[in-house]
């Protein structure tokens, strides 16, 4: 099933906590998997990031959010458990609690920079029991899922700007570009360690890359400029495997387009590289080549090892 989104995690969280008995974060994560009926590919899946499960991170952000609106509290580092304001919301809880519920509660309004209407904010509805002002914009997103989102379509805007630039170069030009890439990423990092071949001689390999420095170890490259429209088919990744076949080496075959799914599935029975346009703009990100860093945010979290030398 798909996964649910932090606020559905708020009522059936608390109603957990209703037992009055603190627990543990791994004991809150276990019920609402089973709560919501999650297999093991729903709580693996991770966030773009690759930094932590999507799980764990709506869970997290469920629990902080029922948190600053006083409705659990975090006795010790790691456990939750309800407080008398959470006991009596329990009486009155709505099919989902979402940000505009939680602020009835000036804690959360002060955590999410909601209004009171003392401040501007607009007055709730007859017996909601307090101002509410403008909630969170998206109450289905935790800021882990907007930023990754965030994060995630400035990159695809950068992989869209690459590959222009790419395409401006020549296809000579194009195949010094993909050794130069090779080399960043560590493929025979030592001096003159790969190289483009003569046109009139290449039979089909633009460049070789040694790996080590008495040769041993070698890649041919094939390295086409097409357009998004030219799709790679077999025949040519064919064409490619029989320019190489008798020689000691590995293959790979860049192209600033696609390949057709069975120009992928004999490339894999052939064991021949294959680079896309988007793992090619992809790795040049990862990399840092062709790329210069405009801005870094640094995201951190509380280090418990630092506070458990403080704990008697």
Known sequence: ??????????????????????????????????????????????????????????????????????????????????????????EHLPEVIDSKWLCRYESFRQFSGAKSEADGGAAVAAGDGASLGQEPEDDEETPDDVFESAFQKINRELQDSLMDEIMKVSPKAFEQMVLDLMAKMGYGTFENAGRTTQYSQDEGIDG???????????????AKKWGKDHVV??????????????????????????????????AEKQHIILMDGEKLTNYMIEYNFGVRTRKVFEIKAVDTDVFNEYEE
């Open 233 to 266: 088919g077999r025949p040519e990744v064919q064409s490619f495997v029989g320019a190489i076949a008798g020689r000691d080496g590995q293959g790979l075959f860049v192209t600033t387009s696609s390949f057709s799914r069975q120009a992928q599935e004999y």
């Open 1 to 90: 099933m798909a996964l649910p989104k932090y606020n559905e995690f708020h009522v059936p969280m608390l109603k957990f906590l209703a037992d009055g008995k603190p627990h543990k974060v791994k004991e809150v994560r276990k019920a609402m998997r089973e709560y919501f009926h999650l297999s093991d590919e729903d709580v693996s899946e991770m966030l773009p990031s690759g930094r932590i499960t999507t799980f764990a991170s709506r869970v997290g952000w469920a629990s902080t959010y029922l948190n600053k609106a006083g409705l659990i509290d975090k006795p010790v580092r790691g456990e939750f458990l309800i407080t008398e304001e959470g006991r009596k919301a329990l």
């Open 208 to 222: 070789i890359i040694m790996e080590d420095k008495l040769g041993f170890d070698l890649i041919y490259i094939q």
